[in-house]
């Protein structure tokens, strides 16, 4: 955040001494100087909706500058404000999610981190082609906001033009233009004792590199298939197939905060409604009821869906832990004689 402050500022302070009451920011309704204290009020926004724990709407408040304040003074509000969005997105619980609309209602530290960094860059660069400046911000704030809220977006060969492409600002090579857009916060389902929380690009990325994903996790850490699974993510990420609440979700404990295993889809629904569904278990967590539990969370949740009709699982012919997990959360086996025991649950 403060890099994405910083380089937007340091740009549009060469131009504090021009017009920008007059001149519209490009391609916006907005002067310039609205455009300017619009940034301002959606890093206060958002920082307010994190601290307020905002759970239904929007924190009821704005802001004004002075009467006077010049265009050094908006800048000087911007990195007010964005200092403020910085530090709650630090001292923000990983957990804690706010109120956002788009598209599942709520956000997480890191989503209200990624959306103030895309209004910061877009906006500036409205404002800079409007005053003839050129500017490009770091490629590695571009890739954080990339990889958290518009996890439909292929990549391409650089960050900056993709992020202007995705938003309608710019051309890329091979794709057509973009007419209307929405970034994407991943989904939360809630259980009873877990919460099933959508794994971002960036998540994945870090999961399948042997990393954390940015969770704590119970026992020895994420298993090999949670890893493998964060590695489809990732693939269908670069392929700009990824429909992200079809794809992983980890297991969080509500009690301690810890992950303890991971559930998802291994695609979206094909043509008849069927979705196919795979999970693993930390083994420190076993024996608690914890995957029956979000099987039935996550099942639900996409049988209450009109584009799915059925749930479908499969299991090691040995692995009788698993099949008992399935019979528990109601599915009904359907083949069994082969290789592989199958499971489905119609809605």
């Known amino acids: 955040m403060e890099e994405a402050v910083a380089s937007a500022v340091a740009l549009l302070r060469t131009a504090v001494d021009r017009d920008w009451e007059g001149p519209r920011a490009h391609g916006l309704e907005w002067s310039c100087r609205a455009t300017a ?67 599942f209602r709520s956000a997480n530290r890191e989503g209200f981190a990624a959306m103030g960094i895309t209004e910061v860059l877009l906006h500036t660069h409205d404002i800079a082609r409007s005053l003839g400046l050129s500017y490009e911000p770091p490629a590695e704030v571009v890739s954080y906001a990339l990889t958290r809220i518009f996890p439909a977006v292929r990549p391409g060969p650089a960050p900056w033009p993709t992020l202007l492409w995705a938003t309608g600002r710019g051309e890329l090579p091979g794709r057509p233009p973009v007419t209307g857009w929405r970034w994407s916060n991943n989904l939360v389902i809630t259980g009873d004792r877990l919460t099933l929380e959508g794994v971002t690009p960036a998540s994945a990325a870090d999961l399948g590199a042997g990393g954390d994903g940015g969770f704590a ?53 094909d043509e008849d409604g069927r979705v196919e569904i795979g999970y693993d278990l930390v083994e420190a967590a076993r024996g608690h009821g914890y995957a029956t539990e979000a099987l039935r969370a996550l099942s639900g949740w996409a049988l209450a869906r009109e584009d799915v009709t059925v749930v479908c699982a499969t299991t090691e012919p040995g692995n009788l832990a698993s099949q008992a997990v399935l019979d528990r959360a109601g599915f009904t086996r359907v083949a069994g004689d082969g290789e592989q025991p199958a499971y489905e649950l119609r809605g």
């Not at 197939?241 to 079809?246: A, D, F, T, Y």
Request: with cysteine; net charge negative; charged share 20%.
């Open 37 to 103: 204290v619009h940034v301002a009020e959606c890093l206060v926004g958002y920082a307010a909706q994190l601290t307020g724990r905002a759970a239904d709407d929007y924190i009821p408040f704005e802001l004004r500058l002075e009467e006077g304040a010049g265009n050094e003074g908006a800048l000087r509000v911007i990195e007010a404000t964005g200092g403020l969005l910085a530090a709650a997105v630090r001292t923000t619980p990983r957990e804690v999610r706010a109120f956002h609309p788009y598209p």
């Open 217 to 269: 996790w119970a026992g020895s850490g994420p298993l090999e298939g949670t890893r493998e699974g964060a590695g489809i993510v990732v693939k269908q990420y670069e392929e700009g197939v990824l429909r992200p609440e079809w794809g992983m979700f980890v297991l969080v404990r509500r009690e301690d905060g810890l992950a303890v295993g991971a559930m998802g889809f291994h695609g979206p629904p």
